[in-house]
Nanobody, 126 residues
Framework: QVQLVESGGGLVQAGDSLRLSCAAS????????MGWFRQAPGKEREFVAA????????SYADFIKGRFTISRDNAKNTVYLQMNSLKPEDTAVYYC???????????????????WGQGTQVTVSS
């Protein structure tokens, strides 16, 4: 079965950096676009970033563009989220998700993803 396992979260101070990893198994990794979402306390789950099967196309939420970078290593079945200049408002549980390619791929819509990880907590203090 498909399994996505996030790691790399933790407690950091504002301005620090973290690198999240998502290791995938049970799927043909290159057949899936990969995305990162996050959910903060009292907030709805929101899109953070996504990457195409080849890594040639990336998408970012406007508010984090320039601070975060998504990448993938298909040889390792792993997607990464490099987070720099972290802010307290970045505090959330970060989820990795996989969306199989079809004729209606939409990386921005959480409901269109096929599989989800359990999440990793990122806490940014002032």
């Amino acid at each position: 079965q498909v399994q996505l396992v996030e790691s790399g979260g933790g407690l950091v101070q504002a301005g620090d950096s973290l690198r999240l990893s998502c290791a995938a198994s049970g799927l043909t990794f290159s057949n899936y676009a990969m995305g990162w979402f996050r959910q903060a306390p009292g907030k709805e789950r929101e899109f953070v970033a996504a990457i195409s099967w080849s890594g040639g196309t990336t998408s970012y939420a406007d508010f984090i563009k320039g601070r975060f970078t998504i990448s993938r290593d298909n040889a390792k079945n792993t997607v990464y989220l490099q987070m720099n200049s972290l802010k307290p408002e970045d505090t959330a549980v970060y989820y990795c998700a996989a969306q199989r390619y079809s004729n209606s791929v939409n990386v921005f819509e959480s409901g269109r993803y096929n599989s989800w990880g359990q999440g990793t907590q990122v806490t940014v203090s002032s």
